[in-house]
């Protein structure tokens, strides 16, 4: 249970400091570079299954983590994932309006990055040409996190019952 525990605090921390670093940090690491673009989204999708392995993971006296522990580190990935995109829709630029967004603008990559993750599309924002593979691979990515977290919840609900 301690493996799993770890991995699942490694692998959220890890996605908050990426997140952290590619937002508020270093936007224009992204800027004009699709390949650092996808490393980072490979990176993330390399640490979903880890998460999701741990979860399932039991020690040898049957201990698995609680769904509470669960839910908890879900909607901490969820919120890394959020930030993480939409530092890469910061610096690499998405399009408002056939207009592209300036580098130090942050509420709209985040709003985007967030309408992507519940797969809102409202379409009023849209991703550049280089990274539309990378906002539907968030998209993916919601439909996982979302749908578990779904999951988790409901078994907290039917287990206090």
């Not at 039991?58 to 669960?70: H, M």
Request: glycine content about 8%; proline content about 3%; charged content about 10%.
């Amino acid at each position: 249970m301690y493996v799993a525990v770890a991995a699942v605090c490694l692998s959220v921390a890890s996605n908050s400091a990426l997140a952290w670093y590619g937002f508020a940090l270093k936007p224009d690491t992204y800027s004009g570079s699709i390949w650092a673009c996808y490393k980072v989204v490979a990176a993330v999708v390399i640490a979903f299954p880890v998460i999701f392995a741990a979860f399932c993971f039991s020690d040898s006296q049957g201990r698995k983590i609680g769904p509470i522990w669960t839910l908890l580190a879900l909607i901490l990935q969820t919120a890394a994932i959020i930030f993480i995109f939409a530092g890469v829709y910061r610096g690499y630029g998405l399009r408002v309006a056939e207009h592209a967004t300036k580098l130090g603008d942050w509420d709209t990559p985040l709003y985007f990055s967030v309408v992507t993750l519940t797969t809102l599309g409202y379409g009023d924002v849209t991703p550049a040409s280089g990274i539309r593979l990378i906002a539907a691979i968030q998209a993916l990515l919601g439909y996982l996190n979302l749908g578990l977290i779904v999951g988790v919840a409901s078994e907290l609900i039917n287990a206090r019952e």
